[in-house]
């Protein structure tokens, strides 16, 4: 009799259990189709932007940083007039330059080409930054791009020139 | 004596029972432990899946405005228009403009680009006719330079078609979390997962019928279901919803509930693109951020979240608007927005822009090109997950002109054609600048919002006379000849290594005796070609080929000279693009940099240069090219192209007119167009009757100007007959100037004596161009 009710327990039990195992369902769809990446988080307040690049009207350029090829006695320059944007962005470069941050300083030379493709002098300037980083093939290549814009200019051929004999050397 | 044992029994039964039902609640008590706790690992790795769910965000290229640009105050006013600026009487917040004739004042939003953040300003730009005269800040200071932010183009989903775009909880704005709370769940930041006073609220609403619906789901309940596609509304299921919601809950915090649900609700559908998120639907309804969003506005997403296609503002504008009604009296009723407010809400339209099929995959061929340059350096996931922001070099406006160009210029082909029954047309286009190395836009077929086979990308056709280019500039650069050096256009037989032999043939089967290169080119005459293609040998030119845009050199067989060579239209526009360098290889991209989720650049592009080729003898070629315009075989250009623009270009057509090309440019783009049958029969179609015309209408509207010569040391502009190459004499001849390397020889003119061999050689040349016309 106590068996009895024990199996009777036991059966009410399993079936009890089973029921509501079948009510449960199957496992729910969605479930695991899905694998969250580990991956750090992203916070839930912005970060701090970074150093305000602002286009600031024309100032006076500072003089090309250290370490730039530079012919020694530059003669009277025909070189083709920079349009105030493109000097703009030739100004932010420097900034860049003089600070070490040669990624930025070649991002905005790279949009001042958008403007001016064909300014030999922003081809001559990434060629610079180019060399500073250590791509001395790219400097050469950028030097000779240059060199191909300044046909009939004495000091921007020289200029060019210059950079493809420093490039080559390395 | 015999009742005890009866009342033991009973006792012991009693005992027994209560320890069987012990026993049973236990196990069963156990069950539901282990399911719950199932639930919770389940809602509690899709919340956190979720959420870390970010996939990468494409821009096109930011408009750079600066005085001297080429650009019309309708031009600007289109793309104030398309990245969502509102245009208002007076510019007092950021994303508006305002438009007077000649001058358009706007109100910029910030972007943190890769070399900086570009703050939000006021700005005024002057223009003049078609370029912009100056540019003025606030103060009336005069700016040099001023960025846009870059239109959004899509997000990169690789795997799903679930669009979302998040934000995070700085970007949502107040109004529409108390809107939503007030609207679907007032107890919201109360309740523990489930409201049973909604429930109750509900039940009463429904049985009095007339209220506005209120569902009684909470938020939690709401966000629950929409991780799980199920909508059968079975007990069960709501029993389960109801369990995970408090397991929600108890785990994360309301803020964060919230901003899952702002950015997970399911809030329209683009074609076969589910719109998660508020963020993204604030886009697809509206086309601006959710901050510049105004009080109606917000109310309708709210109003759409009960039932996306059934509250439809574009199908079903009117019960849309009795909702959005109701939800700006409900916010008004609890307080969200005051009486006035409301009213003037309510008198507003709805505002809905566009339809939902041109936000339907934007641009899947250049995104297909993004992707392939992004996965040399991501991984699937990163691009799904994190949040990465990805700057390229589409230009919006070529894109839509291409693809709209191409489209027409297929339907007129097909409608002209002599044979009706014929294979229907298909193509592609690329266009990239000229200095630089940026893809402006490409399209991959004549339906551009298939995301089908990316021709531009994959289909590789013979090129034909595309490659004589290359072949005459190995013959520049071998020193041994000119533009105007002369060739013999006669019978030539050609010895192969398999011991056969090759008779190239013209197009027409004439022969024109001795001509110029510059002819040979300009009118694509095969034997010239091949002649000097042999002296100079199919290996240098195979080598050239490779060095100005191939990945390999071809087989260097006598029938490269001709063209028998496939290739995709990208890789014919990175040869074409070295060729408008001046002969510098700048590998063509579509991406220029990567930021992460904060705008951290993460990785940049950079722009890089070789030279492939002698920059001079690129410049004799490239003048080559433009007499192919001028006065050869893409003369027909000239109809279409806006006159005295100069452009530089190559007809191509393969065997059996199988495939129709041109590749050309101007000063500012290089563009190559290939029109085909996608079966490969022939089409009937040269280069100069099937691409050509879609070319030149295409880039008639690019508003570029003409192709410039880069004066080049050691060349000299001289001047020859076009038809002989001899001296050129004022009056006699057909005179052109090309520039040739200094010290070049040209035989005198003898025909210019005697008037009657005169009109001999102009009949002869009058026959040639009717001839001409042909091709």
């Known amino acids: ?170 | 004596m015999p009742r005890k044992p009866r009342r033991g029994l009973r006792q012991y039964l009693s005992q027994r029972v209560l320890v069987g039902l012990g026993v049973t609640a236990a196990l069963l008590l156990a069950v539901l432990a282990l399911y719950i706790a199932l639930l919770d690992r389940q809602i509690v790795r899709q919340f956190e899946g979720r959420r870390w769910d970010l996939p990468a965000q494409v821009y096109a290229r930011p408009l750079e405005i600066y005085a001297g640009l080429r650009l019309t105050p309708d031009d600007l006013q289109r793309e104030l228009t398309a990245l969502g600026y509102a245009s208002t009487p007076t510019v007092k917040s950021q994303g508006t403009f305002s438009r007077a004739p000649q001058r358009i004042a706007v109100f910029t939003r910030p972007f943190q680009f890769w070399d900086g953040a570009e703050p939000s300003r006021k700005a005024t730009i002057r223009f003049d006719g078609g370029t912009v005269a100056g540019l003025a800040d606030s103060s009336g200071q005069e700016l040099p330079l001023l960025r846009l932010d870059p239109p959004f183009i899509g997000n990169i989903f690789t795997t799903h078609a679930e669009d979302r775009m998040v934000l995070g909880p700085n970007d949502v704005p107040a109004i529409l979390l108390d809107g939503l709370k007030v609207v679907e769940d007032r107890d919201f930041d109360t309740h523990g997962g489930v409201s049973l006073r909604a429930i109750a609220r509900a039940m009463w609403a429904n049985v009095r019928a007339g209220g506005i619906e209120q569902g009684g789901s909470t938020l939690t309940q709401q966000l629950v279901r929409s991780y799980f596609l199920d909508n059968r509304r079975t007990l069960t299921r709501k029993l389960r919803e109801a369990l995970m919601s408090v397991l929600l809950e108890l785990h994360f915090e309301k803020p964060d509930i919230l901003n899952a649900y702002v950015n997970e609700i399911y809030l329209g559908q683009a074609g076969d693109r589910a719109i998660h998120g508020f963020g993204l639907a604030s886009q697809f309804y509206f086309g601006r951020p959710l901050t510049e969003l105004q009080t109606q506005d917000i109310a309708l997403l709210i109003a759409v979240v009960r039932g996306p296609s059934f509250y439809d503002p574009r199908r079903h504008p009117e019960r849309v608007r009795d909702r959005r009604n109701m939800v700006l009296d409900l916010m008004a009723e609890f307080g969200v927005i005051d009486a006035e407010e409301a009213g003037r809400a309510k008198s507003r339209n709805l505002g809905v822009r566009g339809t939902a099929s041109n936000f339907a995959s934007y641009n899947p061929t250049f995104m297909d090109l993004v992707r392939r340059e992004l996965r040399a350096d991501y991984k699937e996931e990163d691009l799904e997950n994190a949040g990465l922001r990805i700057m390229t070099t589409l230009d919006p406006r070529i894109q839509a002109l291409a693809e709209l160009r191409l489209a027409e210029g297929l339907e007129e082909l097909e409608r002209n054609r002599r044979k009706k029954k014929s294979s229907p047309l298909d193509g592609a286009i690329i266009v990239t600048g000229t200095q630089t190395p940026d893809v402006v836009a490409i399209v991959g077929g004549r339906n551009a919002r298939l995301k089908g086979f990316n021709r531009a990308l994959d289909a590789k056709r013979p090129i034909g006379s595309l490659v004589k280019p290359v072949v005459y500039l190995a013959g520049f650069q071998s020193g041994r000849y000119t533009a105007a050096t002369v060739i013999e256009d006669a019978p030539l037989t050609i010895r192969l290594d398999t011991g056969k032999t090759w008779q190239p043939q013209n197009y027409d089967r004439q022969y024109r005796g001795p001509v110029p290169a510059v002819r040979a080119l300009a009118e694509s005459l095969n034997t010239p070609t091949v002649r000097l293609g042999m002296d100079v040998g199919p290996k240098r030119v195979a080598t050239l080929l490779k060095g100005l845009g191939l990945e390999t050199a071809p087989p260097p067989l006598p029938s490269l000279l001709l063209g028998s060579l496939a290739l995709a239209p990208i890789e014919v526009a990175q040869i074409y693009n070295s060729l408008a360098n001046g002969g510098f290889r700048a590998p063509l991209k579509t991406v220029r940099a990567v930021l992460d989720t904060d705008g951290k650049p993460l990785e940049r592009y950079q722009l890089k240069i070789s030279r492939v080729a002698d920059p001079a003898a690129v410049q004799e070629l490239n003048a080559s090219l433009i007499q192919v315009v001028a006065r050869g075989t893409a003369r027909g250009a000239r109809t279409w192209l806006p006159p005295g623009l100069v452009v530089a270009g190559k007809t191509g057509t393969s065997d059996d007119l199988r495939d129709s090309w041109f590749a050309g440019f101007t000063n500012d783009h290089v563009t190559v167009v290939w029109v085909g049958a996608d079966d490969n029969s022939a089409t009937g179609l040269t280069g100069a009757s099937g691409a050509l015309p879609v070319w030149a209408r295409l880039v008639a509207g690019f508003g570029d100007a003409g192709y410039e010569p880069m004066p080049a040391e050691g060349l000299q502009d001289v001047s020859f007959d076009f038809a002989t190459g001899m001296m050129a004499v004022a009056g006699c001849g057909d005179p052109v100037t090309l520039p040739l390397p200094a010290g070049t020889i040209l035989p005198p003119n003898p025909l210019c004596g005697s008037g009657i061999d005169n009109l001999n050689g102009i009949a002869e040349r009058g026959i040639e161009w009717l001839r001409g016309l042909l091709h």
């Open chain 1, 1 to 170: 009799m106590v068996a009895g009710t024990v199996a009777l327990s036991v059966r009410t039990g399993v079936a009890l259990l089973g029921t509501l195992l079948l009510v449960s369902g199957c496992v729910p769809p969605g479930f695991g189709t899905r694998e969250p990446a580990s991956r750090t988080p992203v916070p839930a307040t912005q970060a701090p932007p970074p150093a305000v690049a602002v286009i600031h009207p024309v100032p006076e350029a500072p003089p090309a940083p250290a370490g730039s090829v530079e012919l020694p006695t530059p003669p009277a320059r025909t070189a083709p007039p920079v349009s105030a944007a493109t000097q703009a962005l030739l100004t932010q470069s420097r900034v860049h330059q003089v600070a070490g941050r040669y990624e930025q300083a070649a991002a905005s030379i790279e949009r001042a080409l958008h403007i001016e493709p064909r300014q030999p002098l922003l081809w001559l300037e990434l060629g610079n930054i180019r060399l500073k980083e250590g791509d001395f093939a790219q400097a050469e290549g950028m030097g000779r791009k240059a060199l191909s814009l300044s046909a009939g200019d004495a000091a921007l051929t020289a200029r060019a020139e210059a950079l493809i004999a420093t490039a080559k050397k390395r």
